[in-house]
């Protein structure tokens, strides 16, 4: 550089030109996450796929032998999400190969949002109830709380 004080000055220069636009650049990732904290959260399904207002949602993934259908949401929000439905649970008789699937309305609830674990920035509820609102499956409570997976 101290060969030719021209030659370093522009060189000089042009590198501060270049580090404003980076500096700006830089920034816009922080805001595009604060923007990503601020909507709503999703509903993590067994294969780890994030959605917002799903119509269907498996309930037991080991088996598929309990999942939730012609799902109509009222709410879906920061703090909780609200819907109707049909559980449709097989009632294993004789045996859940050959057994029958049953469908019970039910009302469902979605809340304790947390970040997900797999996208931190993005948030997803972690726990669900479902209250039974004609019949319901034997042996099962009027209302049902599952912790959701992460």
Request: net charge neutral; aromatic share 8%.
């Amino acid at each position: 550089m101290g060969r030719n004080p021209m030659k370093a000055a522009v060189t000089l220069c042009a590198a501060a030109s270049l580090a404003v636009p980076l500096g700006t650049a830089s920034a816009a990732p922080s805001a595009e996450n604060a923007s990503q904290r601020t909507r709503d959260p999703v509903l993590v399904d067994c294969s780890s796929r994030p959605d917002v207002r799903p119509e269907a949602f498996v309930l037991a993934c080991g088996d598929g032998n309990s999942h939730l259908v012609s799902l109509h949401w009222s709410r879906w929000d920061a703090d909780a999400a609200v819907g109707r439905g049909s559980n449709a649970v097989n009632d294993c008789v004789p045996y859940c190969a050959a057994g029958s699937f049953r469908s019970y309305p039910v009302t469902v609830r979605l809340d304790q949002p947390r970040t997900w674990g797999k996208d931190p920035g993005e948030w997803h509820y972690t726990r669900m109830t479902l209250t039974y609102t004609d019949g319901r499956p034997d042996g099962f409570p009027r209302t049902v709380t599952y912790p959701l997976w992460d």
